[in-house]
């Protein structure tokens, strides 16, 4: 199965494969939080905490409080109860002065690491994970659980904290019912996600999130000022935080992207509101941080991106299938002619002709960024490249390929969605579109490549982690990443998804 890999990464042997499967079906356990583990998932590293404070879940205010508080003394120690601190949520979020877990009532997977909470599209990975290894009511939990979101705190979060109710993260919730219905054939459970899977679309295509200009949406979080986790958990050995380092960067560096003065005041020396907003947005958009859209990617409120539109025409088309399957075909027919509208807004203005790639593109200014990077592969995953589009896209393939598989852009930048870190999700979106295509051999080698590499780590390290150097075939990364975080975290929930998924791939051909 395992052939034409590059020298650096041998051929994985059967037993080699077990192992990291055996260790991915442990490691759902280890991830797995429910209403038993709730201190487990209560605690967090990324905010500041007093030793012997209790720590905070909230409970939202549509919740029946009394109950939640019932549920959890019967099925908690009273050793872990006491050191819980159950609050009901403010309505106004600005209210909150601590900062804690948000209540979910069912069980969950988180990524690993320092990443202690659920997450809006890590979720979607680690369930197709889940569905491979026949975890299937934890695999249909996992849906209901970012549906309870959507219901009692007014979106699809970026994950379940406090700090993160104003931003959400790339939508792929319909994926996931999809994908749970294949299994179980509920008619009854689809219908009755319906109504909060339409509420999460017009999160995303009403403003702000709504650009008129091009009818296309952009990321935009609602909060203001720094992301909390980022001033606590994002420091380098030196004490700085990634904000400090920012600043330093636009001391010492001419920036062309965009206008400097709108994020930096340089007398003052200090970033704007307008910077945290745009720092915000880029946190929202999953990709944090690069340079994607200028230095930290802070203009990406000024662009519709390729990823978010594309997700944004699958989860269109995936809405009609499920008014199909509850027999609704009228309904079901205005959620197609609204992915047509999107299909030809992305060719119109994410398409770009000469580079033969899909580039984002800022709606201030009239131009798309000519910033290579792997969300170019999204068309073709979500079919919605012609024929010629997607040969154009595949010429440039060589480009992204390395010996471990697909780099996240062509462009060294100090940031981990950067050259030359590769992301399991970006694997499977370029496999999965190319083989779409009828690009087999592409598809093959890619997918041979990346797992090679999980492999050849795994073996070293035991265990698989959140990212890699795809040039160097390394996990040890923290060296090369200057901004945000540079630890490279251990689980890790969408890895080990994209393994089992890429691993089925190459079964089938």
């Known amino acids: ?67 939640v508080t019932q549920t959890l003394q019967q099925v908690l120690p009273p050793a872990e109860w006491n050191q819980i601190d159950l609050r009901i949520l403010p309505a106004d979020v600005d209210q909150i002065q601590e900062h804690g877990l948000l209540y979910l009532p069912h069980a969950y997977v988180v990524p690993g690491g320092r990443f202690n909470e659920m997450y809006g599209w890590d979720s979607y990975f680690i369930q197709m994970g889940l569905l491979r290894d026949g975890e299937i009511d934890l695999a249909r939990s996992m849906t209901e659980q970012l549906v309870y979101e959507i219901e009692h705190y007014g979106t699809i979060l970026n994950a379940n904290r406090t700090y993160q109710l104003a931003r959400s993260q790339p939508p792929l919730l319909t ?102 907003q745009g720092d915000r947005s880029m946190r929202e958009s999953g990709f944090d941080i690069s340079n994607r859209f200028g230095p930290f990617s802070v203009d990406i409120i000024h662009y519709v991106p390729v990823c978010l539109n594309v997700l944004l025409y699958q989860m269109e088309q995936d809405i009609a299938t499920l008014y199909e399957i509850v027999e609704q075909s009228e309904t079901a027919q205005t959620w197609r002619e609204r992915a047509i509208d999107r299909h030809e807004r992305i060719d119109r203005f994410l398409w770009d002709e000469d580079a033969g790639q899909y580039f984002d593109y800022n709606f201030s200014t009239g131009d798309r960024r000519p910033y290579e990077f792997a969300t170019t592969f999204y068309p073709l995953w979500a079919g919605i490249a012609s024929t010629e589009q997607a040969q154009r896209v595949v010429q440039n393939l060589d480009r992204f390929e390395m010996p471990g598989g697909l780099q996240t852009s062509t462009h060294i930048s100090g940031n981990q969605w950067d050259a030359p870190f590769g992301w399991a999700p970006l694997q499977l979106f370029a496999v999965q579109g190319l083989r779409r295509y009828g690009y087999q051999e592409d598809a093959e080698r890619l997918a041979r490549k990346f797992i090679a590499m999980l492999v050849q780590e795994f073996t070293s390290t035991g265990t698989l982690v959140e990212k890699y150097d795809v040039c160097a075939c390394s996990a040890d990364v923290s060296a090369e990443i200057l901004f945000g975080y540079s630890s490279n975290e251990v689980g890790f929930g969408w890895t080990n998804g994209v393994f089992l998924e890429l691993l089925a791939i190459l079964n089938d051909e």
């Open 175 to 276: 994926l996931m019912i999809l994908a749970v219905y294949a299994q179980t054939h509920d008619r009854d459970w689809v219908r009755s996600l319906l109504p909060m899977v339409e509420r999460f679309y017009y999160y995303w295509t009403v403003p702000p999130h709504l650009n008129p200009s091009t009818g296309l949406s952009r990321y935009y979080a609602l909060g203001h000022g720094p992301a909390p986790e980022v001033l606590v958990s994002e420091k380098d050995e030196d004490g700085r935080t990634h904000y400090d380092r920012v600043r330093e960067y636009y001391r010492q560096h001419e920036v062309n992207d965009y206008d400097l003065a709108l994020y930096y005041d340089r007398e003052e020396d200090c970033l704007t509101d307008l910077f945290y």
């Open 1 to 67: 199965m395992l052939t034409n890999l590059p020298t650096t990464n041998p051929i994985p042997t059967p037993t080699q494969i077990q192992s990291v499967r055996d260790y991915i079906k442990r490691t759902w356990k280890t991830l797995y939080r429910s209403q038993e583990h709730i201190l487990q998932a209560a605690k967090d590293i990324k905010v500041e905490h007093t030793s012997g404070q209790r720590w905070i879940v909230y409970v939202s205010q549509q919740e029946d409080f009394a109950r």
